[in-house]
């Protein structure tokens, strides 16, 4: 349903826009305005871009958790979208996007509303060195800690230290 309200507003504000714009400062101005948005957002997204990609890279490093780098990445493509897109309104999400501040707050927000339930790696697919391959009767007793984020991200995450 927010989709289609999204597919439905988002135009209809755009179209307003351009007819407020245009009314005040005439036809060429406002598409000067829109081409020079473009332009700017594509610099603006590729700068960040290297930063956001730089971030991961040293989040994979480091052994991170790297699902805040991904995170404003994907939000930095989005803004990159945007941008591209022709109009003020999502011209100012999408610099507004750009904005590192924003982006914290909006991941935050998701955070915050997403709960994970199941994690995998792989295809799922279950592999033994052995005569016999897993029963499903077979009990696999383990132990878990809970992993909380590291406050202190000025020194390494000791995940590959010993004892």
Avoid: C
Avoid at 18 to 39: E, K, N, R
Wanted: no cysteine; net charge negative; glycine share 10%.
């Amino acid at each position: 349903m927010y989709l289609f309200l999204a597919f439905l507003l988002v135009p209809i504000i755009e179209i307003a826009l351009f007819i407020q714009v245009g009314g005040l400062i005439g036809l060429w101005p406002t598409l000067a305005i829109v081409v020079l948005t473009a332009v700017l957002g594509t610099a603006l997204v590729r700068t960040q871009g290297r930063m956001a990609l730089a971030n991961l890279q040293r989040s994979f490093a480091e052994l991170d958790d790297p699902t805040e780098p991904l995170a404003h990445g994907a939000m930095i493509l989005l803004s990159g979208v945007l941008l591209l897109t022709p109009g003020f309104f999502t011209d100012a999400v999408g610099f507004a996007l750009l904005v590192p501040g924003i982006r914290v707050a909006v991941f935050r927000y998701l955070k915050s509303k997403v709960t994970i339930t199941q994690f995998q790696m792989g295809n799922g697919a279950q592999f033994r060195s052995g005569p016999a391959p897993f029963e499903q009767d077979d009990v696999i007793d383990g132990e878990f800690t809970e992993v909380r984020p590291r406050q202190d991200l000025s020194k390494p995450s000791k995940w590959v230290e010993g004892p």
